[in-house]
């Protein structure tokens, strides 16, 4: 069964206006049974969104919209795919309330969710460090050094894992390997297996999913996916869930690599 497990759509703020049904045409036409669309969920009110649009989650004033448009696509569509309706939440360190209260009200509206980490803490400061090379190097400066960058980020990916957002947590992890989106600018080899394999075991241990994310292939700096091959054949080996996720937000890069990842 042919599954897209993380699509963006036209309700995010810098993804591009692609309307739904060309999304699901073309999953249709490409032969898959479900897929599930996972806007980037409204961000706490009370944090400051570090990137120059604030545009990283969806406006609060839209979720309603979102999930309203998707319940009656889901109806209209249902003998042809299965459309599931989710998230993709953030986990930021301080806000874990505050997202606990966004899971309880939107939580018994989804079929699924991602947890993911797109902002990290340092000095009562965030980054979005997927944002830009500028902004990673930045932040990979301020923590001294690219080595720590990548610690911070696995630390963080444990600790959402460990966090409790309530009853309606989502238990998929995205893209836990997001840190190599630059890997191919700061050229440093670090050697990050055995921090993935911390993560990728206690997902196992806790009974969580994984992102196998095709998207860093596309990415000029990255060129591999979230995780790297050999690690998704780690998880493979350990009977992690996997489930792809093209993290498309555009039709034209909706099951990006699929063949290339699930074989």
Partial sequence: MKKDGHIHSPFCPHGTKDPFE???EK???ENFSEITFTEHAPLPTNFADPTP????GMKPKDLTAYLETLKQLKQHYKDRITIKVGLEVDYIIGYETETRALLDIAGPLLDDAILSVHFLKHNDTY???DFSDGVYMDFARQLGGIETLYNLYYDTILQSIDANLGHFKPRRIGHPTLVHK???VHGEK???DRRIIEVLTKM???GYELDVNSAGLSKPFCKVPYPPMHMIEYARSISLPLIFGSDAHSVKDLHQHYGTIMG
């Fill in 22 to 24: 060309k999304y699901i």
């Fill in 53 to 56: 649009n604030k545009d990283s």
């Fill in 204 to 206: 196992k241990e806790k």
């Fill in 127 to 129: 980054a979005c460090i």
């Fill in 182 to 184: 630059f890997q191919l």
């Fill in 190 to 192: 670090i050697d990050d």
């Fill in 27 to 29: 999953a249709i036409e």
